[in-house]
């Protein structure tokens, strides 16, 4: 069925070696609040259009990086761009966006039980009990409730410049694929900004695990 798809990607730079003890877990709060930033400036339509096309959406945050990906078929490519190049505008979000995105990560700090998890036990085996490495991607209760709305906007505008970020797209492609996601992120075009540097320094161990 979906032999013919395309993929297309964002990666963006960012994730827990780019976070302090403060900002833990601000990477992937800010995965989720671009997807209901994406749904406001869609005037609420975002996941009926994704239903009404049969395109798929996910964002992943990694220990280094961000992932935004939309896939489906090459017809709807377009539109899928339009989606994806959104993700590069200003966060358009209240309050109560925000509260509601945080109170859903905090659920799922609490629900998934990532402390417990065997992926937390080899980390702390692999970087070290007290590395940052070893912390969960979703920061803690603690330094969610700090993060405010402005310190978030300021952070995505970081996070999302030009020399921190790509597209990445393969699969099914229409032949003016590129033309296209070029015209549709050209309204959305990010700041000039400084790359971002790893502000988590390298365990001891680092390429020298013993199996």
Not at 141 to 148: D, I, N, P, T, V
Not at 197 to 205: I, N
Request: zero cysteines.
């Amino acid at each position: 069925e979906h032999l013919h798809s395309f993929a297309l990607s964002l990666y963006v730079r960012g994730g827990a070696i780019y976070e302090t003890e403060h900002t833990a877990g601000i990477s992937h709060l800010i995965e989720h609040l671009v997807f209901r930033s994406i749904n406001r400036y869609m005037g609420g339509s975002l996941y009926k259009t994704l239903d009404r096309l049969g395109l798929a959406v996910e964002g992943v945050t990694y220990r280094e990086f961000l992932q935004f990906t939309i896939t489906g078929a090459p017809k709807h490519f377009s539109t899928a761009a339009h989606i994806l190049s959104l993700a590069l505008a200003p966060l358009s979000l209240s309050k109560e966006d925000l509260e509601t995105e945080r109170a859903r990560v905090k659920a799922e700090i609490r629900e998934e039980g990532e402390k417990t998890s065997l992926d937390f036990f080899t980390d702390r085996i692999l970087y070290g009990d007290d590395h940052p490495l070893a912390r969960p991607i979703t920061g803690t209760a603690g330094s969610l409730e700090k993060m405010s709305l402005s310190l978030l906007k300021s952070e995505k505008e970081a996070l999302f410049s030009k020399e921190n970020l790509f597209f990445y797209l393969s699969g099914g492609l229409p032949e003016n694929a590129v033309e296209l996601l070029l015209q549709r992120t050209a309204a959305y075009s990010p700041m000039h900004g400084k790359r971002r540097e790893a502000v988590v320094p390298k365990p001891d161990a680092y390429f020298k695990r013993n199996a």
